[in-house]
């Protein structure tokens, strides 16, 4: 329970199921830190955890705050900040997911005899011929599926997503039915422990960054960056002035030469990329594999063939960024993914 509408109204249609529910929300924000102010409305705050005691108060169940602190910032916020100083772009929202809550956080509850572990992300779990099968969900503008696709087989089967079959617009019906104090709450923001809008400044105050050359994809020095860990791949502002009217586009971060490559709009396509870390929800997959493929969260899936950590893409892709999932879906169906190594 993160305090949020979503995960308040499944805690409460489960109760209203029959089920037996127990709330839990996960303490896993560093508490020492001072911009913990700007970030009151996001899904790790201390108000976030006042809210999902008054939902828990309310619907009558026991309710409990885990302490995984220690274990998020090693498991996702420490990945984050050396990712950026590499030159990658990550999503700290997906190694949360497959690294904290659906391991460490999964781990738990069935060691503690429970029989599900239930959130309120939007995506479905579908029992297919072969087993439990990942969807995504009927609002797309919602759909969490992307950011699931660790999860394999045997961990689908002791999860439930009691919202990937509805919109947002029920979500918010159903938590005034219940009477819930948070109806009307705001849209928590996408990462948790980094201000809204902010990411940059989040970035420059706990990363050794320092100046370089802004260059073109020939070499020509255009101007001067203000560190290699403050720009991502398709970025198209925070240069400065450069030697050459624009519009510029990022196309490569270079970090160990500390150099950003800029260039036109063009120059971002990519037909290919290469990919690490890959997982399959069935554990393998038979290649090649034709699929469709979602290069960034909430990014249009494009065809693709998948063959030995090489993606083929259909059609070009604007600004694939090393650090961002690749996942790989057949329609609704997630059948897997991995990290984006390179692109070209």
């Known amino acids: 329970m993160s305090g ?83 030159g990658r772009t ?23 005899g429970f029989d599900r572990l239930a959130t309120g992300h939007y995506a479905r779990i579908v029992q297919g011929p072969d087993g439990p099968e990942l969807h995504a969900a009927v609002d797309p503008a919602k759909d969490q599926s992307y950011m699931l696709y660790h999860l394999d087989r045997d961990r689908l089967g002791r999860i439930l997503f009691p919202l990937g079959g509805m919109v947002k617009s029920e979500v918010r019906e159903h938590a005034r039915e219940f009477g819930l104090p948070v109806a009307d709450k705001a849209e928590s923001q ?20 320092r100046t370089g050359a802004v260059v073109d994809s020939s070499g020509r020095e255009l101007g001067t960056h203000r560190g290699t860990a403050l720009y991502t791949v398709g970025q198209r502002s925070g240069f400065g002035d450069l030697a050459e009217p624009g519009p510029w586009y990022v196309v490569r971060v270079d970090a160990p030469k500390n150099q950003i490559v800029v260039g036109r709009r063009e120059e971002l396509a990519v037909s290919e990329v290469a990919l690490e870390e890959v997982t399959f929800i069935e554990g393998t997959a038979a290649e090649p594999l034709a699929c469709e493929a979602r290069l960034r969260y909430h990014a249009a899936a494009i065809p693709a063939t998948y063959t030995g950590g090489r993606l083929v893409l259909g059609e070009p892709f604007l600004g694939a960024a090393p650090g961002q999932a690749a996942v790989l879906y057949s329609g609704t169906r997630v059948l897997g993914g991995g990290l984006i190594a390179r692109a070209a």
Request: proline content about 6%; overall charge negative.
């Open 190 to 209: 996408e990462i948790c422990f980094v201000p809204r809008g902010q990411t940059a400044r989040y970035l420059s105050a706990r990363l050794p960054v």
């Open 90 to 112: 990550p999503n700290p929202c997906v190694r949360c997911n497959a690294f904290v809550r659906f391991d460490l956080m999964l781990a738990r509850v069935v060691e503690l």
């Open 4 to 86: 949020g509408v979503d995960s308040s109204v499944a805690a409460a249609l489960l109760q209203a199921q029959g089920h037996d529910v127990v709330g839990v929300t996960l303490q896993q924000w560093p508490r020492d830190d001072s911009e913990e102010a700007a970030r009151h409305g996001g899904c790790c705050s201390l108000n976030a955890v006042e809210d999902a005691r008054r939902v828990a108060n309310l619907l009558d169940i026991p309710y409990y705050c885990w302490n995984l602190e220690k274990e998020f910032g090693e498991r996702v916020i420490e990945p984050f900040h050396r990712a950026y100083l590499e």
